[in-house]
């Protein structure tokens, strides 16, 4: 790794640690690990209920490849993975899922494979 790299990598650790949030990601029903996650991106799909925070809007993850850890096992994020996020004391539900124009459910970050910025939609709470 370069010294560019390295600084890179410590900053975005930084990142993690100042602006990251705990979820759980999920894989089937009884499979998951709690990674740390940046929220990168927010928005709407238009079809939004009024006064309703968080229902129809797209949201990505930036979660390092290192932190996806199933069953002892490195995973890649897939369709119909979930993401739950605990925001304002309710337990938010985010399917993984390819945004429009994407070529999948996730891209990488930077060029050695470090992290990923995972693309969902709002599904639920619990």
């Known amino acids: 790794m370069s010294e560019f790299d ?28 709690e990674p740390t996650a940046e929220v990168v991106t927010m928005g709407h799909d238009g079809s939004e209920v009024e006064n309703t925070a968080v229902a129809n809007r797209p949201r990505s993850y930036l979660i390092a490849a290192s932190e996806l850890v199933i069953d002892s096992e490195t995973v890649t994020p897939r369709q119909g993975d979930r993401i739950k996020e605990t925001i304002g004391g309710t337990v938010h539900v985010f399917e993984v899922m390819r945004r429009a ?13 470090g992290s990923w910025v995972v693309h969902t939609k709002f599904v639920g709470t619990e």
């Open 6 to 33: 390295d600084d890179f990598a410590a900053a975005d650790d930084l990142f993690a640690e100042v602006f990251g949030v705990d979820v759980e990601y999920w894989r089937g029903a009884v499979n998951y690990c």
């Open 101 to 113: 124009g994407a070529r999948d459910v996730y891209e990488w970050v930077d060029v050695n494979g």
